[in-house]
T-cell receptor
């Protein structure tokens, strides 16, 4: 149980375009979802925390107008990278949590590799 | 605020040898501690976690970790390394209502 999926698993786009990444909890309702980015050979950096039906809370230094997060339902959160540039190329990972699925535990998606040309 | 320190960004062991990955944490309240494994271009898989109760925690793939409050440590061990254990390992801590905080990771190499 507690499976999280991400789509797409990889995407290549041109500079200046926008890219949307979906994160879904498949077998539980996620009250909270998290978005991380990971640069090569580095740890995960939390970008934002979102609760269903409310605005996301962004970490310091993360541009909320560039990284749009929507958590419209208890099973779906989306991250849209607007006007993407090569420096946005990274591995984006989402996770989801729920008091029912496991207190204080986050379940991670498989990640999305974004390459901006 | 809590933090996690993983000693050694890269650990190399021979196949069949003991694996020891070190993790020290800092937290002002009782923490929940986690070890995750990440294979190339994949997400994170939970190896094991400590919440409350028994301080020696057994996880998947033969891994275990011991929570030592006096040493603020949560080191990960496996008696005998296998080639398939080669991956990146992350220690993480959560306490109270704060988000999960990750260590910088330790890359484990297993030599045949």
């Amino acid at each position: 149980g507690a499976v999280v999926s991400q789509h797409p698993s990889w995407v290549i786009c041109k500079s200046g375009t926008s890219v949307k990444i979906e994160c879904r909890s498949l077998d539980f309702q996620a009250t909270t979802m998290f978005w991380y980015r990971q640069f090569p050979k580095q740890s995960l950096m939390l970008m934002a925390t979102s609760n269903e039906g409310s605005k996301a809370t962004y970490e310091q230094g993360v541009e909320k107008d560039k990284f749009l997060i929507n958590h419209a339902s208890l099973t779906l959160s989306t991250l849209t990278v607007t006007s993407a540039h090569p420096e946005d190329s990274s591995f984006y990972i989402c996770s989801a949590s729920s008091p029912v699925a496991g207190a204080n535990e986050q379940f991670f998606g498989p990640g999305t590799r974004l390459t901006v040309l | 605020a809590q933090s996690v320190t993983q000693l050694g960004s890269h650990v190399s062991v021979s196949e069949g040898a003991l694996v020891l990955l070190r993790c020290n944490y800092s937290s002002s309240v009782p923490p929940y501690l986690f070890w995750y494994v990440q294979y190339p271009n994949q997400g994170l898989q939970l190896l094991l976690k400590y919440t409350t109760g028994a301080t020696l925690v057994k996880g998947i793939n033969g891994f275990e970790a011991e929570f030592k409050k006096s040493e603020t440590s949560f080191h990960l061990t496996k008696p005998s390394a296998h080639m398939s254990d080669a991956a990146e390992y992350f220690c993480a801590v959560i306490s109270g209502n704060t988000p999960l905080v990750f260590g910088k990771g330790t890359r484990l190499s297993v030599i045949a």
